[in-house]
Each structure stands twice: as structure tokens, then as C-alpha cells.
């Protein structure tokens, strides 16, 4: 079983849509939660990172993370054609030098 | 101004032959890493250095040797590449204190045939 879990979809939604990506996890010691979003061709790009629990907005965007169990989603309202692309999270324990680990990511096609 | 950057961008070569690629970064940011990236889109951390010492060394064949000459650089040898080699390599950077913020390059297409 991989730590970080994510359906790869793929997923089309309608514009204007609301979209909801999911990761589960099994290593209880993940303290940074982040969402990546990866245009075709192109390299990760960091969206939102959230520190332990909680929720965070930015934008059309909103991180969750749900440490009771495992969950971390990240919600596009509004989307758009330019939100097509696939998005990884990632997640981190705390303490220096420590590697991130990505879920495999989940391809978003949103369709105008 | 490209902030980190990786040459070449495609590479294609034949089994058995040694390789590299060159990370550049002007973001003044002081740990850069390498990942590997598979067909499925899965992104896995291979070596991360700290001004230039070797702080991440995850499971890697010891045919992959990182080289970094300035905290604005990592390199990546490939010695006697194999069929499995074969994925999208990506450098990235960030503040040490900040790692959980990565800028990835826009990666490295190997091909090994």
C-alpha cells in the first residue's frame, strides 16, 4: 500500500463547475499538506500548503485537511478551461531535510 | 528570467550509454532536488543537496550519481542507462526552511532504447 493514495481519474467537469480532488494517507506523522497542479509537458507548481488541520482559501481555491481521518481535498470553484492540468498532493512529516511525498495525481479536464 | 532550468529538455540514447543533465537556479534558494517521474505521473525523490551536501540520497541504482558544484546548480550523471531508466526527470529548488514550497524546473524527457 503506497502512503499517499489519490484517484488518478480522469476527471471532466463542465465549466463553471465545482471540483473536488482527494488524497488518503497512511503515515500519521504527515504535518505539511500541499496541492500541486502540473500542466501537460510542464513541471509541478506549488498551489496551497496547509499546516496540520484545517482549512485554507485562496482564491477559487480551498485546501482541507482532516487529520482524524487521513483526507485532504482540495476544492476549484468556478472552474475554469485553464484549471485543466492533473494535480499531485504531497505531504511532509516535520523536522529539517525531510522529503515530500506525492500521490500520483489526478488528471482534471474541464470542459467549456 | 527562467527560475530553474534544465538542459537538455529531451534526450534520447541507446541502452548502455552514460548521460547527464544540468539544473540551473537563480531563485537564491539553497537546497535543490531530483525527481523521477514515471509514465503514471508518479513523482519520486531520488537525491536532494544543501549548499552543495547531500542531505536526501533516497534508493537509487548507484549508476545515478548527482554532482552539485554551487547551490545554484545540480547536475545528474547516468552511468550505463537502462530500458527503466526511461521517464521524465525534474530538478527542483526551494529555502531549506521552506522545502514544503518546491519550483520545478520543466524536466528532462528520457528515452532509453
Known amino acids: 500500500q503506497k502512503e499517499v493514495e489519490q484517484d488518478p481519474g480522469p476527471l471532466s467537469v463542465p465549466e463553471g463547475a465545482i471540483v473536488s480532488l482527494n488524497c488518503t494517507y497512511s503515515n500519521s506523522a504527515f504535518q505539511y499538506f500541499m496541492w500541486y497542479r502540473q500542466y501537460s509537458r510542464k513541471g509541478p507548481e506549488l498551489l496551497m500548503y496547509t499546516y496540520s488541520s484545517g482549512n485554507k482559501e485562496d482564491g477559487r481555491f480551498t485546501a482541507q485537511v482532516d487529520k482524524s481521518s487521513k483526507y485532504i481535498s482540495l476544492f476549484i470553484r468556478d472552474s475554469q478551461p485553464s484549471d485543466s492540468a492533473t494535480y499531485l498532493c504531497?505531504?511532509?512529516?516535520?523536522?529539517?531535510?525531510?522529503?515530500?511525498?506525492f500521490g500520483s495525481g489526478t488528471q482534471l479536464t474541464v470542459l467549456p | 528570467d527562467t527560475a530553474v532550468s534544465q538542459t537538455p529538455k529531451y534526450l534520447v540514447t541507446q541502452m548502455g550509454n552514460d548521460k547527464s543533465i544540468k539544473c540551473e537556479q537563480n531563485?537564491?534558494?539553497?537546497?535543490m532536488y531530483w525527481y523521477k517521474q514515471d509514465s503514471k505521473k508518479f513523482l519520486k525523490i531520488m537525491f536532494s543537496?544543501?549548499?552543495?551536501?547531500?542531505?536526501i540520497n533516497e534508493t537509487v541504482p548507484n549508476r545515478f550519481s548527482p554532482k552539485s558544484p554551487d547551490k545554484a546548480h545540480l547536475n545528474l550523471h547516468i552511468n550505463s542507462l537502462e530500458l527503466g531508466d526511461s521517464a521524465v526527470y525534474f530538478c527542483?529548488?526551494?529555502?531549506?526552511?521552506?522545502?514544503?514550497?518546491?519550483?520545478f524546473g520543466p524536466g528532462t524527457r528520457l528515452t532509453v532504447t
Open positions: 527542483a529548488s526551494s529555502h531549506r526552511d521552506r522545502d514544503y514550497e518546491q519550483y
Open positions: 504531497a505531504m511532509r512529516i516535520s523536522g529539517s531535510a525531510r522529503q515530500l511525498t
Open positions: 531563485l537564491g534558494h539553497d537546497t
Open positions: 543537496y544543501n549548499n552543495k551536501e547531500l542531505i
